[in-house]
């Protein structure tokens, strides 16, 4: 049994949970719930970013005590986790004390590597990043993301030499100590970490007042990166405490547009705090709506909650794990979410369900365990194979083609016949079922309650099919 640490990026609660976030935590659960069918320990982490002017100004908008804010919003994305039946063991908040000790105690522990300096440059407050000349002129003076200029600051910081760990960087890339997923992600970052520039790491409190002060400058608080990108190790209890145990990470879960922090500005301070980096930075593209980014000017931003309260969680996950690559972007028309849960949901699992356990009710199939299925599941290597490189759509559609197949072998083996006959269709329906036990183990960490009723069903002294089919067509 090995243990397992995975992690997702933490939102900033300035807004609510969006599609985005509900990638990050059903592909860190699935790799989560498969790796707990193999019998290891998982540790898996979840959280918020709580702190920077985005949050205070909002909250000042809003007329909420900055604290109040933080807290609602906070909660927004804990219910929303458990919504989605995510299994996190961890919730880490910004703004928790023993996280802002610990980010003053990783500050001084790499102090040699932080040096004061003058910024004069461009800024994204939207983004909250500094952005160089190279950016500024490649996007033409205004933010791609937020379709807002840049603005001219000049300021005092503090700064994290980047440069001092170019070179193991890029030897932890190139050798694949670090993966990075999608494999053509690593040429881009290889060539960002090129010209990356060392990052500023505070703002003068004049300027940012929503943050964790600098030790021993009271003028100055954190800027982002030593407050956020701790987050995956103080929820650990570093620096308080040992946490090879846990560290180095098995995967961290990031979305395309902060991957390069995730493989730049992280590695370099992992290594100034002298840590082993994570095994695999996995990325996952944004999701689309009709081919179009979601925006709020454009009116077609779509609600993750509403995706789930149409059918229920698992055509949500079914949706996004299957048909959405996970290393690719994806889109979501309520169309398509429709035909994928009529036509799939609901005609290949929801009705092989329903019929297999009517006919196995009527024949007096009934007892079996899943000590065979999960055998087979850890026997199935191709699947296993899929699952170890993060391949969950294809891992998820190669499992669907079993369950299509046993819906082609019930027509062709027409069991309901031998009973007509008067032959005994038992020993063909217990295969059957059998055989759907076996796909169901493959389904769990993709579809974990529908798989649990199927369980439930299919294992128990007496087979009741389901008084409702699991997938009602619409």
Not at 7 to 17: D, F, H, S
Request: aromatic residues 12%; hydrophobic residues 35%.
């Amino acid at each position: 049994m090995a243990k397992i640490y995975l992690t997702t990026a933490i939102p900033y609660v300035n807004g609510a949970p969006h599609l985005g976030h509900t990638m990050d935590y059903i592909i860190a659960d699935t790799f989560s719930r498969y790796h707990k069918l193999l019998g290891d320990e998982v540790r898996f982490q979840a959280g918020t970013d709580e702190h920077g002017n985005k949050i205070f100004q909002k909250a000042a908008a809003s007329n909420i005590d900055i604290q109040d804010y933080v807290d609602q919003n906070s909660l927004k994305f804990q219910n929303f986790i458990k919504k989605l039946h995510a299994e996190n063991t961890d919730f880490v908040r910004t703004t928790d004390a023993d996280h802002m000790r610990r980010c003053q105690a990783i500050w001084q522990k790499i102090s040699d590597h932080i040096y004061p300096s003058k910024y004069e440059g461009w800024y994204c407050s939207g983004c909250e990043s500094y952005v160089t000349q190279k950016e500024y002129d490649e996007n033409h003076g205004v933010c791609p993301d937020h379709q807002k200029p840049y603005e001219k600051l000049s300021e005092e910081n503090y700064y994290f030499r980047i440069s001092d760990f170019k070179d193991q960087i890029r030897e932890k890339i190139i050798s694949h100590e670090m993966l990075i997923l999608p494999e053509f992600r690593e040429k881009e970052i290889l060539k960002m970490l090129d010209d990356a520039p060392d990052v500023s790491v505070s703002r003068p409190k004049s300027q940012l007042t929503w943050g964790i002060p600098v030790p021993g400058n009271d003028e100055q608080v954190m800027y982002v990166w030593i407050d956020a990108l701790s987050n995956y190790i103080t929820v650990l209890g570093y620096a308080d405490n040992d946490i090879s145990d846990w560290w180095p990470a098995a995967v961290q879960f990031v979305g395309k547009d902060i991957l390069r922090f995730h493989t730049i500005i992280w590695p370099a301070m992992l290594l100034a705090l002298g840590l082993p980096l994570p095994k695999v930075i996995c990325s996952h593209g944004f999701i689309l709506a009709d081919g179009q980014k979601m925006s709020k000017s454009i009116g077609n931003v779509v609600d993750p909650n509403e995706v789930i309260d149409k059918y229920g969680i698992d055509a949500c996950r079914y949706y996004f794990l299957r048909h959405v690559d996970n290393f690719s972007d994806g889109d979501f028309t309520w169309d398509k979410y429709d035909s994928a849960y009529n036509t799939e949901l609901a005609n290949d699992l929801g009705n092989l369900v329903q019929r297999l356990a009517t006919m196995s009710a009527k024949n007096q199939v009934a007892g079996l365990d899943t000590a065979e299925s999960h055998s087979a599941f850890l026997d199935d290597q191709d699947y296993l194979d899929m699952m170890n490189r993060f391949e969950f759509t294809k891992a998820f559609d190669y499992a669907w083609t079993k369950v299509q197949a046993i819906n082609k072998r019930i027509d062709d083996e027409k069991p309901w016949e031998l009973a007509k006959k008067g032959e005994d269709a038992k020993p063909v329906l217990t295969s059957l079922c059998k055989d759907l036990l076996n796909v169901n183990e493959l389904l769990k960490p993709f579809l974990p309650v529908t798989t649990a009723r199927i369980e439930e069903v299919f294992t128990a002294d007496q087979i009741v099919p389901p008084a409702t089919p699991l997938f009602p067509k619409q």
